[in-house]
């Protein structure tokens, strides 16, 4: 079965004659869509607006997934970034119209909105162009928006396809322990991978070729990341936003109160979790021999570690693709047919190689209501689990993609919650079939998991902040951005883990710092996990009327604010008893897990 993704779907290459026309196309929209809002009078303009917007997203998306495609597995692939430049040129040139049609809905009479908007067609968008309405009160002036979107092309676009490109080239020098410390060269990412190898020995050399690698690209990335979040601080204060939090929080469509709620849940719990990772590191010094008996916390390196019977935790791309199927199947047929088809149409790129980009993703092409997934698998049971994450983002995709294109822009912390309640589904699904002995190294796998999404994200969201706060200051050195990435996780894990052996490159390896559009590109991971625990929580009460009423909330999620989406499964996302009762259920796993690596068990 071939491992690389099929994209012809969408376009068979730069020379289809269909990218041509559609980028003649979009051209063509965009002016269109210029001349429109520059006449714009009426709410019959503003329905001719958002008809011309329709098209114009659809095959801007169509253009960009497909550049951004072979731009992710070959970050040297000359066309890919020609084609993304200009892409972002030309969206550019957009922002005047919608900048117009954002001061056109501000200045419509509150009570007379909703009328007008159905009264043209426009219902269904109802809540999309409130929204534009309220962020026009966040908006520079027309010739502003248009400077500042062609700016950033050259300025925070750029400086994130450097740090792709620098991250995908990116080698080390790998002294396997295996093959009496032969060294051999092998990518960051494969490199990253042996963190979730049996072999004690390889995790750490791995940990330490890994570490030595980055000086090579330090001094550019942080020449990135401090361009990227001076640009983001500077924008922000000229958009009238308190900060660039706040900024996330407005187009979260997310409330404060939300926030604040899910840290308090978060602080409180903490301990839990420094306890499970001081279990894993006396169960590893026990059966492994690891550091000073574990007395000192958990080694970064052996954070992903396997615990328990290593021979069940390896899997072949096969082995992996039927986990997921037939774990999806006993939850919903739907969503074992999605990932059927993703499988049986090559829509995964599976492997790590040289040029492509670190991590995974899901990226949805509306145009032809069809989702890609990239993979950097490597045969960890972590691995097959990321498989199932990215699928429940395909799942989702397929559930909104049957909504009106304008409406599938749904918020962060949405986007993370069906990705991770698949995850729950595959791992509740495997653990209800397995013994004691079976059962601990996917508890653990799930415990991984989490104590990433609540003490790591912990971490990450420190860290940006102090990166924001600083940067209005001075920009960072090398050495600021490893001592406030030390810190930040000396303050999330606490005694859980070993404060000598930390990692304080982790912000150069982790694309989400980079992303100038999406600042705080963590707290939606803690936000989507803790929902999706809720979410089984509602599932396991009643599992006939769930499924429904699941995709509802999912079609749902671009059509009102997080806190109306989720109330449509009654849940209160600004009470912090819903997220402590979340967190409740991971605790039970840590029990679990505590229970199992005893000494004396």
Same mark, same amino acid.
């Given at each position: 079965?071939?491992?690389?993704?099929?994209?012809?779907?969408?376009?068979?290459?730069?020379?289809?004659?269909?990218?041509?026309?559609?980028?003649?196309?979009?051209?063509?929209?965009?002016?269109?869509?210029?001349?429109?809002?520059?006449?714009?009078?009426?709410?019959?303009?503003?329905?001719?607006?958002?008809?011309?917007?329709?098209?114009?997203?659809?095959?801007?998306?169509?253009?960009?997934?497909?550049?951004?495609?072979?731009?992710?597995?070959?970050?040297?692939?000359?066309?890919?970034?020609?084609?993304?430049?200009?892409?972002?040129?030309?969206?550019?040139?957009?922002?005047?119209?919608?900048?117009?049609?954002?001061?056109?809905?501000?200045?419509?009479?509150?009570?007379?909105?909703?009328?007008?908007?159905?009264?043209?067609?426009?219902?269904?968008?109802?809540?999309?162009?409130?929204?534009?309405?309220?962020?026009?009160?966040?908006?520079?002036?027309?010739?502003?928006?248009? /400077?500042?979107?062609?700016?950033?092309?050259?300025?925070?676009?750029?400086?994130?396809?450097?740090?792709?490109?620098?991250?995908?080239?990116?080698?080390?020098?790998?002294?396997?322990?295996?093959?009496?410390?032969?060294?051999? !060269?092998?990518?960051?990412?494969?490199?990253?991978?042996?963190?979730?190898?049996?072999?004690?020995?390889?995790?750490?050399?791995?940990?330490?070729?890994?570490?030595?690698?980055?000086?090579?690209?330090?001094?550019?990335?942080?020449?990135?990341?401090?361009?990227?979040?001076? #640009?983001?601080? /500077?924008?922000?204060?000229?958009?009238?936003?308190?900060?660039?939090?706040?900024?996330?929080?407005?187009?979260?469509?997310?409330?404060?109160?939300?926030?604040?709620?899910?840290?308090?849940?978060?602080?409180?719990?903490?301990?839990?979790?420094?306890?499970?990772?001081?279990?894993?590191?006396?169960?590893?010094?026990?059966? !492994?021999?690891?550091?000073?008996?574990?007395?000192?916390?958990?080694?970064?390196?052996?954070?992903?570690?396997?615990?328990?019977?290593?021979?069940?935790?390896?899997?072949?791309?096969?082995?992996?693709?039927?986990?997921?199927?037939?774990?999806?199947?006993?939850?919903?047929?739907?969503?074992?047919?999605?990932?059927?088809?993703?499988?049986?149409?090559?829509?995964?790129?599976?492997?790590?190689?040289?040029?492509?980009?670190?991590?995974?993703?899901?990226?949805?092409?509306?145009?032809?209501?069809?989702?890609?997934? /990239?993979?950097?698998?490597?045969?960890?049971?972590?691995?097959?689990?990321?498989?199932?994450?990215? /699928?429940?983002?395909?799942?989702?995709?397929?559930?909104?993609?049957?909504?009106?294109?304008?409406?599938?822009?749904?918020?962060?912390?949405?986007?993370?919650?069906?990705?991770?309640?698949?995850?729950?589904?595959?791992?509740?699904?495997?653990?209800?079939?397995?013994?004691?002995?079976?059962?601990?190294?996917?508890?653990?796998?799930?415990?991984?998991?989490?104590?990433?999404?609540?003490?790591?994200?912990?971490?990450?969201?420190?860290?940006?902040?102090?990166?924001?706060?600083?940067?209005?200051?001075?920009?960072?050195?090398?050495?600021?951005?490893?001592?406030?990435?030390?810190?930040?996780?000396?303050?999330?894990?606490?005694?859980?883990?070993?404060?000598?052996?930390?990692?304080?490159?982790?912000?150069?390896?982790?694309?989400?710092?980079?992303?100038?559009?999406?600042?705080?590109?963590?707290?939606?991971?803690?936000?989507?996990?803790?929902?999706?625990?809720?979410?089984?929580?509602?599932?396991?009460?009643?599992?006939?009327?769930?499924?429904?009423?699941?995709?509802?909330?999912?079609?749902?999620?671009?059509?009102?604010?997080?806190?109306?989406?989720?109330?449509?499964?009654?849940?209160?996302?600004?009470?912090?008893?819903?997220?402590?009762?979340?967190?409740?259920?991971?605790?039970?796993?840590?029990?679990?897990? #505590?229970?199992?690596?005893?000494?004396?068990?």
């Amino acid at each position: 079965m071939p491992h690389e993704w099929n994209l012809s779907d969408i376009y068979t290459g730069f020379d289809d004659p269909a990218l041509a026309r559609d980028f003649a196309a979009l051209a063509t929209w965009a002016k269109d869509m210029e001349g429109t809002a520059a006449a714009l009078q009426s709410m019959a303009d503003v329905a001719t607006l958002v008809r011309q917007l329709e098209q114009y997203t659809a095959v801007l998306d169509r253009l960009e997934s497909f550049s951004y495609f072979i731009f992710s597995t070959d970050t040297a692939h000359a066309q890919a970034q020609k084609y993304l430049y200009q892409l972002d040129a030309l969206n550019a040139e957009t922002s005047r119209a919608q900048v117009r049609l954002a001061a056109f809905l501000a200045g419509c009479e509150a009570g007379d909105f909703d009328a007008l908007i159905a009264q043209h067609g426009l219902g269904d968008y109802a809540y999309r162009l409130g929204h534009m309405a309220r962020e026009h009160t966040h908006m520079m002036s027309e010739n502003e928006e248009t /400077l500042a979107a062609h700016l950033a092309n050259t300025g925070s676009a750029a400086w994130n396809m450097l740090q792709n490109r620098l991250v995908s080239q990116l080698t080390c020098q790998y002294a396997d322990p295996t093959q009496d410390g032969a060294v051999r !060269t092998i990518g960051i990412n494969e490199c990253r991978n042996l963190a979730y190898s049996p072999h004690a020995a390889v995790r750490r050399v791995a940990y330490e070729a890994e570490l030595a690698a980055y000086p090579h690209m330090a001094e550019s990335s942080a020449a990135a990341l401090n361009a990227i979040k001076g #640009e983001v601080n /500077l924008l922000c204060k000229l958009r009238n936003f308190a900060s660039p939090l706040a900024r996330t929080l407005f187009d979260s469509a997310m409330t404060q109160k939300t926030l604040d709620a899910l840290f308090a849940a978060i602080d409180a719990n903490v301990g839990a979790f420094r306890g499970y990772l001081k279990a894993k590191a006396r169960y590893l010094a026990r059966t !492994t021999g690891g550091e000073a008996g574990g007395q000192n916390g958990l080694p970064f390196y052996d954070l992903f570690a396997p615990v328990g019977d290593a021979s069940g935790t390896e899997y072949t791309w096969e082995q992996a693709q039927k986990f997921v199927i037939d774990n999806f199947a006993k939850f919903s047929p739907a969503m074992a047919d999605v990932a059927r088809q993703s499988f049986d149409k090559n829509w995964i790129d599976v492997l790590p190689r040289e040029g492509k980009v670190s991590g995974a993703y899901c990226g949805d092409i509306y145009a032809v209501k069809q989702f890609r997934i /990239l993979l950097n698998f490597g045969g960890s049971l972590g691995d097959a689990i990321t498989l199932a994450h990215e /699928l429940g983002h395909g799942y989702h995709a397929m559930q909104i993609m049957q909504e009106g294109i304008l409406n599938t822009d749904y918020p962060m912390p949405l986007a993370e919650t069906a990705s991770t309640f698949c995850e729950m589904i595959v791992t509740h699904a495997a653990l209800g079939t397995m013994g004691d002995d079976e059962k601990l190294p996917l508890l653990e796998n799930s415990l991984q998991d989490a104590t990433q999404v609540i003490l790591d994200i912990y971490s990450r969201f420190l860290f940006e902040q102090h990166v924001f706060n600083t940067r209005q200051d001075h920009p960072l050195s090398v050495d600021e951005l490893k001592e406030a990435m030390l810190q930040a996780q000396r303050t999330a894990y606490g005694d859980g883990l070993d404060a000598d052996k930390l990692h304080p490159y982790m912000w150069a390896i982790k694309p989400h710092y980079y992303y100038a559009g999406a600042s705080y590109y963590n707290f939606p991971y803690a936000f989507g996990h803790l929902l999706a625990s809720g979410l089984y929580k509602i599932y396991e009460a009643d599992p006939a009327a769930f499924g429904a009423k699941y995709d509802a909330f999912l079609r749902a999620a671009g059509k009102m604010p997080i806190a109306e989406s989720c109330a449509l499964l009654g849940i209160d996302v600004e009470d912090v008893a819903f997220w402590n009762g979340a967190l409740d259920v991971i605790k039970e796993s840590i029990k679990e897990f #505590e229970t199992l690596t005893k000494e004396d068990k």
